[in-house]
């Protein structure tokens, strides 16, 4: 994690949609606490958080067709649910509804042969609406996950200072 080299998140969002790429899939948020002096002087108040994003290169005639999706069980270490990002688990066998991109996601990434992936033919509810704020602010996540790291400088003699909770748990859907 290079502090340095910070990007705010929703800067973030705008640079891939706007090079193509679909809108991104955040798997994991930790927020970063400074413990070195020096550098706490230098940043002040400034909250980091480090995100991890799946991002897809989309063909240029994307979609916006809801579909429903059935995960295979076929992903190795995985047979019985996938869990693709923070909002989105599929169980094995078990049709869920997604919107249009991230149907067209499943359906040429490498994702593709652990999925069935098929038109819906009426109009069927989409879960994700009221999650988006969650899906993209690593900020959010890393608080509703309660994981933090600790960062040091590079240079500490006492070796590395990360301390990452690890928790696997999804968004919790807001009630509407």
């Known amino acids: 994690e290079g502090l340095a080299g910070a990007l705010y998140w929703k800067d973030l969002i705008s640079l891939v949609k706007e090079l193509g790429f679909s809108t991104p899939y955040l798997v994991s948020a930790s927020h ?4 070195k002096a020096e550098l706490l002087r230098k940043t002040g108040d400034v909250k980091y958080a480090s995100g991890t994003y799946r991002f897809f290169k989309l063909p240029f005639c994307g979609t916006d067709e809801r579909a429903l999706v059935t995960y ?17 688990t599929f169980e094995k066998d078990k049709t869920v509804a997604v919107d249009g991109e991230l149907a067209l ?3 040429i990434s490498r994702f593709a ?3 069935i ?9 989409v879960k994700d609406g009221a999650q988006q704020y969650c899906h993209l602010n690593p900020f959010q996540l890393a608080d509703k996950l309660g994981s933090s790291i600790q960062k040091c400088s590079k240079t500490q003699k006492d070796g590395p200072c ?3 909770t690890e928790a696997t748990r999804k968004c919790v859907e807001t009630k509407s």
Do not use: M
Not at 72 to 88: A, I, M, P, Y
Not at 117 to 125: D, H, I
């Open 105 to 107: 996601v499943l359906k």
């Open 32 to 35: 970063i606490e400074i413990q």
């Open 72 to 88: 295979k069980g076929t992903v190795t270490d995985h047979q019985e649910k996938l869990t693709f990002d923070s909002v989105h």
């Open 162 to 164: 990360e301390d990452q």
């Open 117 to 125: 992936v098929q038109p819906a033919e009426c109009k069927v509810p």
């Open 113 to 115: 042969p652990h999925f």
